[in-house]
């Protein structure tokens, strides 16, 4: 299937699963609590919008402006995490209700006096044995108590989505946490024992993350002194003309040997070889499946970088490891910059002692972040197999919904060690 027929597949599922929980949202948050019809159309047309909203969502930020976007994608997104956590609450009180239920229905002893509860009916039966014939009659439906449980649910499942996306969105917006690991890399010389990379990943500047978040991020990066900074792909979403002036921030960035970048899968939705050259022109080297040597004649390593493992999918470039390593000296120390932990042992038996990536963001945002645990094998941290090492960052910035939960984002320092 080619890539317009996969994303119009993907735009068709997803359209329907989100029209899907908004019909849902409406009938537990509006239809079951709201006795005023005014107030349940009210309802309606809010999560009509909002659904609306997120269905386009692809499709506008494509056609719009991104300063108009910023507004509305924030707010959009945002419901995004919102709904799922609105979702999952409703869909857990509801289940411990239910679940009750069962154990109180459990508990009610078979005697010779009891109740039994059948199809929605209720017989009061008394002196069982006795022969006595007992009418069952329909059990009385009592609205207005049906109606205060679905408030107290509802009522519940707000605040706790409440507190978990405010939480989210303050822990995404933050300043990232420095995370330090130290690595052994085979062949490094002596010389360079303790030098440090500062790695930078899913950075995903956008129609939420703009000039202020580069700003801040170039201006802590720049206090942890590196020898060299490392950005390994998905840093935009959007075009050159439109993001320039924010990426350009990264122009600010010191390190002592120079800052590098590889492509990621978002790069290439948004044309690689643009971002290439002008990050090129920002003072940035681009490694598109080649190496560099770091140091000098008396001591130095090799950086080799690829372009993104999915980029060949798209028709066009894409990694190539054999391509990036050709004529490196096999016995030299070296740092693979790869956008996706995909491929690490081969990398490793290539003789690529550490390679540092992103991609995954760590799930990013409960539940996501157990999703993502169980089908990456590498999901996020320092991961070691015969003296070889693989680094995955939980990304530096966020993508889609602007919410953090279970994986803070980070910017880490590595330091080698010879």
């Known amino acids: 299937m080619d890539s317009p027929a996969r994303f119009i597949v993907f735009a068709v599922l997803t359209g329907l699963i989100t029209v899907a929980v908004h019909i849902y949202l409406y ?20 999560l009509t919008v909002l659904g609306t909203l997120l269905v386009l969502s692809w499709s506008v930020t494509r056609l719009l ?15 995004m995490g919102a709904a799922l956590y609105l979702l999952l609450a409703l869909w857990g009180i509801g289940g ?16 010779d006096t009891g109740s039994v ?17 007992v009418e069952v009659a329909p059990a009385e439906v009592n609205v207005e108590r049906r109606r205060f449980l679905a408030r107290a649910t509802a009522g519940g499942a707000l605040l706790a989505s409440g507190g978990l996306t405010g939480y989210g969105a303050w822990r995404a917006f933050h300043p990232p946490v420095v995370n330090e690991v130290a690595v052994k890399l085979p062949g490094l010389p002596k010389a360079l024992d303790g030098f440090t990379i500062v790695h930078l990943s899913d950075i995903h500047v956008g129609p939420v ?3 202020r978040f580069m700003d801040e991020l170039v201006a802590r990066c720049n206090d942890l002194r590196p020898d060299l900074v490392a950005i390994t792909g998905d840093l935009v ?60 004649a008396g001591a130095s390593f090799d950086l080799v970088g690829v372009d993104d493992w999915s980029g060949g999918h798209t028709g066009v470039r894409g990694y190539d490891l054999e391509d990036a390593v050709k004529g490196r000296e096999p016995e030299r120390a070296a740092v693979l910059l790869a956008h996706q932990p995909s491929n690490w042992r081969v990398a490793a038996q290539a003789g690529m002692g550490l390679q540092l990536s992103g991609h995954t963001h760590g799930g990013q945002f409960f539940p996501f972040t157990l999703a993502v645990s169980a089908i990456w094998e590498h999901d996020a941290g320092h991961f070691q197999e015969d003296g070889k090492h693989l680094y995955v960052s939980r990304g530096t910035g966020f993508w889609g919904p602007p919410l953090r939960v279970g994986a803070p984002p980070e910017i880490v320092k590595v330091t080698l060690l010879a």
């Open 117 to 133: 509860v059948a199809g929605g009916l209720l017989a009061v039966v008394e002196g069982a044995g006795s022969g006595l014939e």
């Open 65 to 79: 402006p991104m300063d108009a976007l910023f507004a509305v994608a924030t707010g959009v997104w945002m419901w």
């Open 96 to 111: 411990a209700r239910a679940l009750g239920r069962r154990l109180t229905r459990a508990r009610v002893p078979e005697a």
């Open 27 to 46: 009938r537990r948050l509006f239809a079951d609590t709201l006795e005023d019809a005014r107030w349940r159309r009210v309802g309606m047309g809010v």
């Open 237 to 296: 979403d959007g075009k050159v003309a439109s993001l320039g002036p924010a990426v350009a921030a990264l122009r600010e960035l010191r390190a002592g040997h120079g800052t590098y970048f590889v492509t990621g899968n978002h790069e290439y939705y948004w044309d690689q070889d643009a971002w290439a050259r002008a990050l090129e022109g920002m003072d940035i080297q681009v490694l598109r499946n080649r190496h560099v040597r770091i140091g000098d």
């Open 209 to 211: 993350i703009q000039r």
